[in-house]
């Protein structure tokens, strides 16, 4: 393995020459746009792999200054030139490093420090490709998209592995403060939100598979994902017949003024439990409020065990039930009442939503208690009164739509509710996809690095931390060495 730079140099002028020929000579002039293309595509990769190799070459050139010594203070003594190999996004590269050791200790390459090599022989650059493939498609369409685009056979415990170490480092990253831009000063109400999914779990290899499922049964089990979200939104007031006209779908009102947007919205999903949910959330919120919050709201479904961790969490926070669950018991009971297309059944769910929304809950709780004595209601009717009528007082606290409306909260979980979809279920619950609980939050954690749009910044701060549990130290100056190529490049 040549440490002479030269006839790579050398190499790398011829190649470049045959690639100027390439594009102007006379067989160019036979060739379509695409044809061209992929082809300088391919030989790029061959160039910037030799340019890379040129790279390391002159680095490993240069022998280390002595003494060199060992993490324990031993001095280490120069011994010779050790191979390695570097998988790149440009394909496989080789290099000699100078190799320094001592009876008794592990020997020492002090360029892999230098460099930030990794542990395994796939670079950071090609590991953060395939893990940032893998938190929207499975493990097998990355490797497939990394080997037709750059032509590289990574392997699937490859993809996995790098997803695993990557995820390691996404709640360190969020507890550090959160550094956000400056929120506009509208922005006053701080709000969180909290849901459930279910997730497809592998299945015990103790449990035997049923020949027959019984009524009722379902092959695969779920375990619930509790989904989080937070961010800050500035008051938007409406009356209660603007919200039942949306509810509605009533095009003809038309909305007051321009909904606000949520700023800084911040999502994640666990499978840890509602309790470690919702301290989850305490520590990033606590790290989000500040005197420029002026208001502070919770919303859920209402999903009891849900709501007691959230107000045992977030006490200072005015609870509000998602109005959207709400309004679905109003419809459930319309339909059981009056039947699911009968001309008077929007007339009904209206009748009862702008009184709701406008603080009336008693009201609507004793008109609806009375249908339900109604002696030509049938059993099941009776039935579909008493769990509406349950589920309102039951949450009576949670429904004083009137005074969350003046104030110009958000009363629906819209945020959390999208990000059931979107974060959990669009990557966990493809066809016949399965997952243990370590794989399953791995992926969880770094997609929402991914959609909180924290990705850049979350990867330089995993390279630092891998590079610190690799070599003992710092890590040389990556951003800065960044920033730079890629000022250059822009």
């Known amino acids: 393995m040549t440490s002479n730079p030269e006839p790579i140099i050398q190499q790398l002028q011829r190649e470049f020459q045959d690639l100027l020929a390439y594009v102007t000579g006379p067989d160019a002039r036979a060739q379509d746009a695409y044809t061209v293309e992929r082809a300088l595509f391919r030989r790029l990769l061959a160039l910037g792999a030799a340019l890379l190799r040129l790279f390391f070459v002159t680095r490993a050139a240069v ?268 419809w459930d009971t319309a339909t059981a009442l009056l039947g699911e297309t009968h001309p008077q059944r929007l007339a009904w769910v209206r009748a009862y939503l702008e009184p709701l929304l406008a603080g009336q809950t008693a009201a609507v709780i004793t008109a609806w208690a009375a249908e339900g004595r109604d002696p030509t209601c049938t059993v099941l009717q009776r039935q579909a009164v008493r769990r509406t009528v349950g589920y309102y007082r039951r949450n009576r606290p949670y429904l004083r739509y009137d005074a969350y409306l003046a104030q110009g909260w958000p009363i629906g979980t819209g945020v959390v509710e999208g990000a059931c979809g979107h974060l959990v279920k669009d990557r966990m619950e493809p066809s016949g996809m399965r997952w243990t609980q370590d794989g399953a939050q791995g992926v969880l954690d770094l997609r929402a690095v991914r959609l909180n749009g924290h990705w850049e910044a979350f990867w330089q701060f995993h390279r630092h931390q891998h590079h610190q549990r690799l070599y003992g130290c710092a890590a040389p100056a990556l951003a800065w060495a960044e920033a730079r190529a890629l000022a250059w490049a822009a």
Request: charged residues 20%; aromatic residues 6%; contains cysteine.
């Open 63 to 330: 022998r280390p200054a002595e003494p060199v010594m060992a993490p324990d203070g031993t001095h280490l003594i120069y011994h010779d030139q050790r191979p390695t190999t570097y998988y790149s996004v440009f394909g496989k590269v080789c290099f000699g490093r100078h190799y320094f050791t001592a009876p008794g200790q592990a020997g020492l390459c002090p360029l892999d420090a230098e460099l930030s090599l990794p542990a395994r022989c796939y670079s950071d650059l090609l590991r953060e490709w395939a893990t940032y493939g893998a938190t929207d498609e499975s493990y097998r369409e990355s490797q497939t998209v990394l080997a037709r685009i750059l032509g590289l056979p990574l392997s699937l415990q490859a993809i996995e592995s790098a997803v695993g170490e990557a995820a390691g480092d996404v709640t360190p990253f969020y507890q550090q403060p959160a550094e956000l831009a400056a929120p506009p000063s509208a922005a006053t109400i701080l709000v969180v939100q909290a849901d459930g999914t279910g997730v497809p779990m592998v299945q015990p290899p103790t449990q035997a598979p049923s020949v027959r499922l019984a009524k009722g049964q379902k092959r695969t089990k779920k375990k619930e994902a509790v989904v989080t979200s937070l961010y800050t939104i500035s008051p938007y007031e409406r009356t209660p017949q603007d919200v039942a006209a949306a509810l509605l779908r009533e095009s003809a009102r038309s909305e007051p003024a321009a909904r606000p947007q949520p700023v800084g919205k911040e999502l994640r999903a666990t499978l840890e439990g509602k309790a470690a949910a919702m301290s989850q959330l305490a520590q990033r919120v606590a790290q989000r409020d500040g005197p420029h919050i002026q208001q502070r709201v919770a919303l859920t479904d209402g999903a009891e065990a849900l709501q007691q961790q959230v107000l045992t969490h977030f006490p200072q926070y005015t609870l509000v039930l998602d109005i959207i669950h709400a309004t679905e018991y109003l």
